[in-house]
């Protein structure tokens, strides 16, 4: 089942259960694919499983900041709904990648692109993109992988 399917699935499932915050989080992850197929329509692209887990990773990247905030700020209420929109969102994205693997990944990244110096950072993240969107942090693997090729 495609990711746009399991959407809609999710969405009817939560009507029915009356299940209000998952019915919204679903509803403002639909909204944001329609705001990029709509992007990406007038630049003559399709929208992708891959463009659609980097959405999803984006949208769990900016609750995860805002939920940070709120915590510091004592907003329990809105930290509470962040940790829920998480959640939902979370369900649709692949199992993460645990640091070992992560960096069994950047290993044989590096390896593949014959990558060397940091001139080549940028072909061994690619790589990495190509092969797990939605499956890892990039901004941590970017870091991981800056390391490596520092030695």
Do not use: C, H, W
């Not at 999710?10 to 009507?15: D, V, Y």
């Not at 209000?20 to 399709?46: F, H, N, S, Y």
């Not at 590096?110 to 060397?116: D, L, M």
């Amino acid at each position: 089942m495609s990711l746009r399917e399991r959407f809609t699935t999710m969405m009817k499932e939560s009507m029915k259960s009356g299940d209000k915050p998952r019915l919204a989080t679903v509803r403002m992850v639909q909204a944001a694919l329609k705001d990029k197929d709509i992007e990406a329509r007038g630049a003559g692209k399709t929208i992708g499983e891959d463009d659609i887990l980097a959405l999803l990773q984006k949208m769990v990247k900016s609750r995860q900041e805002s939920l940070t905030m709120y915590e510091q700020a004592g907003r329990e209420d809105l930290a509470s709904q962040e940790r829920g929109e998480i959640a939902v969102i979370q369900e649709f994205l692949p199992t993460q990648m645990g640091e070992d693997e992560v960096k069994a990944a950047i290993a044989a990244a590096i390896s593949e692109t014959g990558a060397v110096a940091m001139k080549d950072m940028g072909k061994v993240v690619g790589a990495l993109k190509a092969k797990y969107t939605g499956q890892m942090d990039f901004a941590k693997a970017s870091a991981m992988v800056k390391a490596a090729l520092n030695g």
